[in-house]
């Protein structure tokens, strides 16, 4: 281990006791004239090693300093380990560096509190299509650094349809995970606009050399939302879509992407949506039309209309 990395192992064991030079050289398996060098050390740059002599004696740290922001109490480290689970399952590009200070964590914990965040972690779990590819971790640690630092790059990009890959320059405003596929935010200055691409169609990356101020506020996440919406662009009048059910199955419409944005009014047993005539009768037919009689649709009219008309259309095509 580097010189840190002894530093910071000896502060995570002053933290759980008090510790003679003699068990952290053991425990480090280093010299106990290591131990002293380390101990300086960190004297050195501040930190109150208290060392006490004779029998019982040994390092130790007041109790004010352990309160820091350096070490994390159980539930810090509990929110840490459990949040690292959720990060694995969305395909998270810096696994190893995740997995290392995990590690960190486990070894300079004592049994009883190792075997309280094993209890945490095996309590919370998730369950998702795995996101990315590991061919994909390259381009999303360049994308992330990039965005952070404010740096233009030069990107090759293929689009769906199978055309050979087209040369941007891009801003990269920063990354987004919805539904187990990446996608990027970007400035396009070829575009003159802000636009969204999907990571595993990026050929290439090659910085410019150039940088670019990011407009204040900016979510990437909001953007991508936004630009999902279907008929956001369009200027046409909105329809008030009042349905009735049960609880359930109002808040599964109300955290829908969809749905959810076009909330204006939520009762028991009803919610109210507005939304254009164009979205209503393709996207948000299809969708409802799976709910069955789990839900009423009281207006429009022109939307109960439509959702018969399928289902009509679905018994025709079947019953021949």
């Known amino acids: ?3 840190a990395d002894y530093m910071l192992s000896i502060l995570w064991m002053l933290k759980q ?9 053991d425990r480090l398996e280093i010299s106990v004239r290591s131990v002293y060098r380390y101990i300086d050390a960190l004297c050195a740059s501040g930190v109150p090693v208290i060392a006490d002599a004779g029998p019982g004696g040994g390092y130790s740290l007041p109790a004010s300093f352990v309160d820091t922001p350096l070490f994390f109490d159980i539930g810090e480290q509990r929110a840490l380990v459990q949040a690292s689970a959720f990060a694995r399952g969305s395909g998270y590009p810096y696994e190893a560096e995740l997995d290392r200070a995990v590690a960190k964590l486990n070894r300079y914990n004592n049994n009883v509190q190792l075997e309280q965040l094993e209890r945490h972690e095996g309590g919370m779990e998730t369950l998702q299509v795995p996101a990315a590819a590991t061919a994909l971790e390259p381009l999303l640690q360049e994308l992330e650094l990039c965005s952070a630092e404010r740096l ?3 990107m090759e990009y293929r689009k769906g349809n199978g055309v050979e890959a087209s040369s941007r320059h891009i801003n990269p405003y920063g990354l987004v995970l919805w539904k187990g596929q990446w ?13 969204s691409f999907r990571v595993d169609r990026i050929a290439g990356l090659m910085r410019s050399g150039e940088f670019f101020v990011r407009p204040e506020g900016f979510s990437a996440r909001e953007f991508l939302l936004q630009s999902l919406l279907p008929g956001r662009n369009t200027e ?9 059910s049960g609880e359930s199955i109002l808040n599964d419409l109300c955290s829908h992407w969809m749905f959810g944005h076009t909330l204006v009014e939520r ?4 919610a109210v949506f ?8 393709t996207y948000a037919a299809y969708f409802l039309l799976p709910y069955g009689t789990s839900l009423q649709i009281i207006a429009p009219a022109a939307l ?4 018969a008309e399928i289902a009509a259309g679905l018994a025709a095509h079947y019953g021949a």
């Open 183 to 195: 996608y990027l935010a970007a400035f396009c200055q070829r575009r003159q606009e802000i636009r």
């Open 152 to 154: 233009t790059l030069q």
């Open 17 to 25: 006791q008090r510790t003679t030079a003699a068990e952290l050289a």
């Open 274 to 281: 507005r939304m254009d005539e164009s979205s209503l009768m």
């Open 267 to 270: 009762t028991a047993g009803q």
């Open 236 to 244: 046409a009048p909105l329809l008030a879509v009042t349905i009735a």
């Open 1 to 3: 281990m580097a010189k």
């Open 304 to 307: 109960k209309q439509r959702l």
